[in-house]
């Protein structure tokens, strides 16, 4: 279950996105590629598999913004929160940055970047492993238009 919220504004003559979003996560420390996952043990005390559960809390600001008759630019940030009976950290961050089309009244094409900056933190050993992961992402957009 992840519960969200999103509102929706315009903004001069695009519009501004704000979404929160809570999702419940119960991680596995099993190799779930190499092994089937089981769900509420993998050889831990009580302790250890109560820690686990934890919530992730997302938020994200979009703001997209039309130029040039059927251009437009699309920029987001989303940073993320780990709440856990043990701790609770900032783990990473999404931005990315676009510019689309509009081929048609139901058609978009989109050419964008995305930066995703993570923290992975590993307690036993007190170490943090900080990541910068890059990547090209092209949306094509198939949209039902209604009418009102």
């Excluded at 190499?34 to 250890?48: H, K, M, R």
């Excluded at 999404?94 to 139901?106: F, M």
């Amino acid at each position: 279950m992840i519960p969200q919220l999103q509102i929706t504004k315009p903004l001069k003559k695009g519009e501004f996105i704000q979404r929160y979003r809570a999702e419940f996560r119960w991680p596995s420390h099993t190799d779930t590629l190499a092994t089937s996952y089981i769900f509420l043990s993998d050889g831990e005390s009580q302790e250890v598999l109560a820690d686990r559960f934890n919530v992730r809390l997302r938020g994200m600001a979009r703001w997209i913004n039309p130029f040039h008759e059927q251009w437009y630019t699309h920029l987001s940030v989303e940073p993320m929160v780990v709440i856990s009976p043990s701790v609770t950290h900032f783990d990473q961050n999404r931005t990315y940055l676009a510019i689309g089309r509009s081929i048609r009244k139901n058609l978009r094409v989109e050419l964008g970047y995305l930066n995703q900056f993570a923290i992975q933190r590993i307690p036993n050993d007190q170490l943090r492993t900080y990541r910068f992961n890059h990547a090209i992402h092209v949306f094509v957009y198939l949209e039902n238009v209604r009418k009102h």
